[in-house]
């Protein structure tokens, strides 16, 4: 996950699919530690919380290449505009994109799911991005309309856990 105030939706997210019985790992930016800590995380999934290339996770030296080969898919929400645009660039200077540069997207799916203000979801730049990330074989999860937190009304929104968990079931089913 990425830091973006929807980030909240993301534990709920987290604690419905450990509850129907997913095994999930967090991979957190820092941003999105600013939002939400690595603790909820790991209490709600059982497991360490990947948050740092630099570092061994559960005792495993390379955790980026270990988790690309363990999922049968990845989500990315909130996903935010800086994300895009690391992602469309290739760049991996966090656990999150480094994770993504690792998978096999060939029998991977990786989803994203764009959540940032109307105004940065509708900046050329953002829209090129989705446009490369589409073309590059990501899943693009559209995002709602609705109240943002910065008290503006509009497209960008991240859609609720339940809509996340079957575009998740929908990848899979693939």
């Not at 419905?16 to 800590?37: H, I, K, N, P, W």
């Not at 940032?116 to 693009?140: E, Y």
Request: glycine share 6%.
């Amino acid at each position: 996950m990425t830091g973006g105030i929807a980030a909240y939706k993301t534990a709920d997210l987290v604690s419905s699919l450990v509850q129907r019985g997913d095994e999930v790992v967090v991979a957190m930016t820092d941003a999105a530690q600013r939002f939400v800590g690595a603790t909820t995380f790991s209490s709600l999934t059982g497991r360490e919380v990947l948050t740092s290339q630099w570092s061994s996770h559960e005792g495993l030296t390379s955790p980026h290449v270990h988790f690309a080969t363990w999922c049968q898919c990845m989500l990315i929400a909130p996903c935010t505009m800086d994300m895009l645009a690391q992602l469309a660039t290739g760049r991996t200077n966090d656990p999150v994109a480094l994770l993504v540069g690792a998978i096999d997207r060939s029998t991977t799916p990786v989803l994203l799911s764009p959540s940032m203000n109307a105004t940065m979801l509708s900046q050329p730049a953002t829209q090129r991005n989705i446009d490369v990330l589409r073309k590059d074989g990501f899943t693009i999860i559209e995002p709602s309309e609705g109240w943002q937190a910065c008290r503006t009304d509009g497209d960008g929104r991240m859609p609720e856990p339940t809509q996340l968990a079957a575009a998740i079931d929908e990848s899979l089913s693939r």
